[in-house]
């Protein structure tokens, strides 16, 4: 069938780059040359994530509604225009909560994305640069570590450390430590048998000089990808325990405990947990979107 | 222009010619629905039957994009934009896929050039060849052994075996036998190699074009072959077409376009080939000769095993037992085919590589058989590598680049190391303009420049050259050996130079190694080493080259 | 002349590989209950006596005090690991410190129902991810490649419950196709499993999308196209099937994510299988259970990691050398 292949186009990826590489500036680096490149996806995305900074900066400034007390009179009301996203059992105003809510989850994520990436990425650069027994133990307790899905090593963190939202961003943290482990390892292990490191060292360069100016440089691009996706997955994983209850208390709000709250109501009110879940989805999105773009084109 | 006299709108009464091309134009969209840009512009070319024309240019001439054309195999976003392809009588520059598939493999068969990822590595070698039988509507009860016959027929060992092989199993030669057995499957008119023979060794590459002639006259195939090789055009062609920027510079009788070139760019290209001026730098070298010195490196019996690689592998003899002298101020030049310990030896005496046994000296230190991290030697040793785009950090700017060995050796201040950085660039004759450029967004040649420069700035008296030049055109390998030569008068320097090159080991060396699979089985003065070769070997290296000086008259540049 | 000999050797080496292999992923089984237990039942300081000494217990005191016995709190940790291995492998995995039930009793009750869901969402996960990576491949529309390719990172972004919640109130409030409370059978197994599925997919997807993209490049392709193969025969019977080939290493991870998701999804549907019986466990610090349910879904992992990587010379011929160093080349991509 000739219909199968008569465009074959590369990747979406991919087919955006010559664009990319004619229209860019030599210096495609640039802040400029960046702004110039974005899509009108890219501009939802930023409007998303200037919001989500926004709430956890001045939340007062997007909401006046009490997110803790509501008006008794006006329960499980659905979105209106004075209450967009409606009201929960308690007649508290949903678009409060979840704007006030905000700061736990994505400071939750930062807490579990800085252990992550800080524990992760050091025992992969030690893993794979001094290699031998010192590799062979780390990678053993990598692959045990992945064994474990995720989610659920992450249970197994925050039973033993006591439920709460700081103990559930931890455990997220700790859970995520072997995927950073492995990817550093392996870049550390690509880039050192690369010829231009070789000739640093043949230069007379020091191992010191070579780890710091050539190895670790190059393997950190790949490595701050992760961390802007597990950023996205640790959102996802935190308020998947909130849902489940092992992470923030109420009534303070936090966007997976609205999704739990919402629960009881699933049938005649669905706004209730499908709003906070779309707020999820839509920041996850933004991020990973937006770090997509910097991504691409840091890389043109 | 000699063939054009087969035009295709002709009503054939014999057989049309195996390829007419007239007038093409060939261009690629940038964009999804954008208009195509043009590569190539008013190509005409005919392919008689029993005919080879050979397509030369060097990259970027839209060579490769002409065979493409030609073969139906441009990529989704190349349009035919200008002129008509026929293909044994048919107008395949205006046919879509499903029109092509007919004519696949009983009109055309293409040689692709590199065999090594044109097989589907997970397919067996005869299920890949039966595949190219299938359209034929070969009888099935007698296809396992038409395949065979096939292998056998393009020198296929113990064919019948082969034909159950992985194409992993088999060598580069072996695979592109098998390729070229898939694209005579069929029985087409036309053959298209595309640098059928660039991945391959030079022995090897000498057996597969024979092959290919031999069923060029067995068959009367019509072949068009595309070649960087001027030398290699004017061995196997009929005809030579130079492509150079899309467009045709020259077009005629081998004998008419290399021995009397009209055009100055084939006069350029003809100067550059090593093979084809052997004496281009004869007066330097014998200059040199005359103020050769005391040793500058020793080998002295050294060998190295490479430990086994994984199950069922072999430990590798890189090295046995091999000794050579650099003298100072000379050109050592060390050959061999691909796993011939060459470049093994190289990295041995750049300190890269651990050695087992024996003794390496350069000026008068000996080398720890087991190298440090940080090299010692630097001030005294560098390596020059092959691809110079690998060599550098992708990072860094070029004046980064130029820095690192000053300040990783602490010389000089800021000040004088910009002016060390400046004073380089001047020798190795790039514009300070570069200085802010990444080292991606240089030319192949600038860049191998640059990682001169950087090796230059520690002083060294002793250069080992890894292939530096493989990786280019002939035209800008030709700039940077000039380049070496020049900065070998002045800075009086001694270079170990790795290649597989013969024409160029004639063209700079003094002396010369030759290694077989890690012994050295030739060494000594270059001019006598070619003059009068003991082992076979070294004759059967020689034979593969392809000569362009014997029948082209010398060309002055 | 080496013929024979290469070949006995090779099958001695690949037995002795087929050993290597199992011995690493019991090493690893071994690990995993190593770790859970000192993260469980030591770090947390005598989390089993607090729990059942702890008057908010359902546990009868009689009950709690064969339990205190059972498992020999006044030994050192060291101590109480070896009498747990003891009994691990002996095939008793303890008793719930909420219920007092044993764990085996507890894991056996809801294993079958998630099993089922498990290996629905599994064949779906399947379908789906080569349904989006052919059509983002092969599509013949650009801007429907486009589609089919960033749905990944949608399914990525969006947590389970979501899905599940929208799949919930479209198809069984609003439309009424399936019951949310009643068990129908296979029907009730089908919007869970989609759930879970959808949250499981994107990192195959991606996966898959790579390879494909990348071995429709390969210079083969041409070839095959040259000597007259057809176009589907080309995407199906050569790019798929080269390009599918990293895709495999992944099969463990999801599995052992389909496990995970489960917690959610079960809870999302009010389902009461091993998802559930997690849920529950951690909810109630019940660490028996909890060490049990990790300790499952990491041999399940690591035992479809041992079957892919022992089939994987079938998929690739050229891998009988590669894994000679034993490392497992999982694509980068696949890195959540």
């Known amino acids: 069938m000739s219909t199968l292949t008569t465009s074959p186009g590369p990747s979406p990826a991919a087919a955006r780059r010559p664009a990319e590489r004619w229209s860019a500036p030599p210096e495609a680096g640039s802040f400029r040359a960046l702004v110039a490149r974005l899509g009108p996806l890219d501009h939802v995305a930023l409007a998303v ?25 006006l329960v499980l009301q659905a979105p209106s225009a004075a209450h967009w996203f409606g009201t929960d059992y308690l007649g508290r105003d949903l678009f409060s909560r979840i704007v006030h809510g905000t700061v736990r989850t994505l400071l939750g994520s930062a807490v579990a ?16 640069y001094l290699g031998g027994v010192v590799d062979a133990v780390i990678s053993r307790l990598v692959d045990v570590l992945l064994s474990i899905p995720g989610l659920l090593l992450s249970m197994v963190v925050v039973v033993a450390l006591g439920f709460g939202a700081l103990n559930a961003a931890v455990a997220v943290g700790i859970a995520s430590i072997a995927a950073f482990t492995r990817l550093m390892r392996s870049e550390v292990l690509t880039v050192k048998d690369l010829p231009f490191v070789e000739a640093s060292h043949h230069l007379g360069g020091s191992r010191a000089h070579v ?39 109420p009534p303070l709000p936090e966007w997976g405990l609205l999704v739990a709250e919402g629960r009881e109501y699933v049938v005649s009110s669905p706004w209730l947990t499908i709003v906070p879940g779309a707020v999820i989805a839509a920041s996850v999105l933004a991020i990973s979107r937006l770090s997509r773009t910097i991504k691409e084109g840091s890389a043109a | 222009m000699t063939a054009t006299a087969t035009h295709p709108a002709v009503p054939a009464t014999a057989p049309a010619a195996p390829l007419v ?19 190539v512009h008013g190509v005409s070319f005919t392919v008689e039957a029993g005919q080879t024309v050979a397509l030369v240019g060097q990259s970027g001439s839209g060579k490769s994009t002409v065979a493409r054309a030609v073969a139906g195999l441009l990529p989704g976003n190349g349009a035919v934009t200008a002129g008509s392809v026929h293909v044994a009588g048919h107008p395949v520059s205006s046919f879509t896929r499903r029109q092509w598939r007919p004519l696949r493999g009983s009109a055309l068969g293409f040689v692709p050039q590199d065999p090594l990822s044109s097989l589907d590595p997970l397919q067996r070698v005869g299920t890949q060849l039966a595949a190219a039988l299938a359209p034929t509507g070969f009888p099935r009860d007698r296809v396992a ?37 898939i694209a005579i499957a069929a029985g087409p008119a036309l053959l298209v190699a595309d640098e059928p023979t660039s991945a391959l060794d030079v022995t090897v590459q000498k057996r597969i074009l024979d092959l290919v002639d031999g069923l060029r006259a067995e068959l009367g195939l019509g072949v068009l072959f595309i070649t960087h090789d001027l030398a290699l055009a004017q061995e196997r062609s009929d005809e030579v077409v130079v492509l150079r920027d899309g467009v045709v510079r020259e077009h005629g009788p081998v004998r008419q376009v290399l021995v009397a070139p009209r055009d100055p760019y084939t006069v350029t290209l003809l100067g550059d080939a090593p093979s084809s001026a052997p004496d281009r730098y004869r007066d330097r070298v014998t200059v040199r000769a005359a103020a050769v010195g005391e040793p500058v490196v020793e080998v002295a019996g050294v060998s190295k095993v490479f430990a086994a690689r994984g199950r069922g592998g072999a430990a590798v003899q890189a090295l046995d037992d091999v000794s ?45 058989a087991e190298p440090p991290y940080a090299n010692p030697f630097a001030r005294r040793l560098q390596m020059v590598y092959q691809n110079p785009l690998s060599a550098l950090d992708p990072r860094y700017s070029v004046r980064r680049v130029l820095e690192e060995p000053l300040r990783v050796h602490r010389i000089g201040e800021p000040a004088q190391r910009r002016e060390r950085v400046a ?18 967004e240089l030319s192949g040649g600038q860049r191998q420049r640059v990682a001169l420069a950087r090796t230059l700035l520690l002083e060294p008296q002793v250069l080992v050259l890894d292939e530096p030049t493989s990786a280019l055109d002939v035209t800008v390998q030709a700039q940077i050996v000039d380049l070496l030569l020049s900065l070998q008068e002045e800075q009086g320097l001694s270079y170990l130079f790795v290649t597989h090159d013969l024409g160029l080991v004639r063209q700079v060396a003094d002396t010369v190694t030759v290694l077989q699979r890690g012994r050295v089985v030739e060494q000594g003065p270059v001019d006598d080493v070619f003059a009068d070769p003991r082992e076979a070997y070294m004759r059967e290296l020689l034979d593969a080259v392809p000569r362009l000086v014997e029948r082209a008259a010398p060309v002055g540049v | 002349m080496p013929e024979r000999t290469a070949s006995s050797d090779r099958t001695a080496s690949e037995r002795a590989y087929v050993v290597r292999r199992v011995g690493q992923a019991l090493l690893v089984i071994a690990l995993v209950y190593t770790i859970v237990f000192f993260t469980l039942f030591v770090l947390p300081g005598d989390p089993v006596e607090n729990k059942l000494t702890s008057p908010q217990n359902p546990l009868p005191p009689s009950a709690a005090e064969a339990l205190l016995r059972y498992y020999q709190l006044d030994l050192s940790p060291f101590a109480q690991f070896a009498v747990g291995l003891g009994r691990l492998v002996r095939g008793d995995l303890g008793f719930s410190l909420v219920s007092g039930k044993p764990v085996v009793d507890l894991l056996a009750q809801g294993l079958s129902d998630t099993v089922v869901l498990a290996a629905l969402a599994f064949v779906l996960t399947v379908g789906l991810s080569l349904a989006i990576a052919l059509t983002a491949v092969f599509a013949p529309w650009g801007s429907l490649r486009s589609l089919a390719a960033s749905v990944p990172v949608l399914s990525i ?12 109130t479209v198809f069984s409030f609003q439309l009424g196709w399936v019951s949310s409370i009643r068990d129908q059978g296979l029907a009730s197994y089908v919007l869970p499993a989609v759930t879970l599925a959808i949250a499981v997919n994107g990192p195959l997807s991606q996966v898959l999308v790579q390879g494909l993209t990348k071995a429709r490049r390969e210079p083969f392709v041409d070839v095959l196209r040259a000597k007259g193969v057809g176009e589907r025969r080309i995407a199906l019977g050569h790019v798929l099937r080269n390009g599918a080939v990293p895709a495999v290493t992944m099969l463990g991870l999801i599995v052992g994510e389909l496990f995970a998701g489960a917690v959610v999804v079960e809870t999302v549907f009010s389902r009461t299988g091993l998802g559930f019986v997690t849920f529950e466990s951690v909810r109630d610090q019940d660490t028996p259970v909890i060490l049990a349910v990790v300790l499952l879904v990491s041999t399940l992992y690591v035992l479809v990691n041992l079957v892919t990587d022992l089939l994987y010379p079938r998929l690739d011929p050229r891998i009988v050398r590669r894994t000679a160093t034993g490392r497992r080349r999982t694509p980068k991509a696949a890195v959540a």
Not at chain 1, 217 to 236: D, E, R
Not at chain 2, 25 to 39: E, F, K, L, S
Not at chain 2, 423 to 440: E, F, K, M, N, T
């Open chain 1, 49 to 73: 994530v200037a919001f989500l900074v926004l709430a956890v900066v001045a939340p007062g400034l997007l909401t006046s509604h009490d997110p803790l007390h509501g008006d008794g009179t």
């Open chain 1, 113 to 128: 994305v800085v252990i992550g990436l800080g524990v992760g990425t050091l025992l992969g650069l030690v893993a794979g």
């Open chain 1, 211 to 249: 780890l710091l100016r050539h190895i670790l440089p190059n393997s950190w691009t790949a490595v701050l990808s992760l961390t802007a996706l597990q950023f996205g997955l640790s959102i996802i994983w935190i308020s998947s325990l909130s849902f489940l209850g092992y992470g923030a208390p």
């Open chain 2, 21 to 39: 091309v007239q007038d093409l134009g060939v261009g690629y969209r940038r964009r999804r629905g954008t208009r195509p840009a043009d590569v």
């Open chain 2, 145 to 181: 052994e038409r395949v065979v016959e096939l292998l056998d027929h393009v020198g296929i060992p113990d064919a019948a075996h082969k034909a159950r092989a992985y194409p992993h199993e088999l060598s580069g030669g072996q695979l592109q036998r098998v390729l070229i057995a």
């Open chain 2, 324 to 368: 050579l002298r650099l003298s100072r101020g000379s050109v050592h030049a060390l050959v061999g085919e691909s796993g011939s310990g060459k470049t093994t030896l190289g990295r041995v005496v750049a300190g890269l590589t651990a050695f087992d046994a024996g003794e390496v000296a350069v000026a008068g230190r000996r080398l720890p």
């Open chain 2, 423 to 440: 004073r380089i660039l001047d020798q190795v004759a790039l514009p300070s303009d570069v200085l802010v450029r990444g080292v991606r």
């Open chain 3, 157 to 168: 972004s969006a947590p389970s419950f979501l899905v599940g919640f929208l799949l919930l």
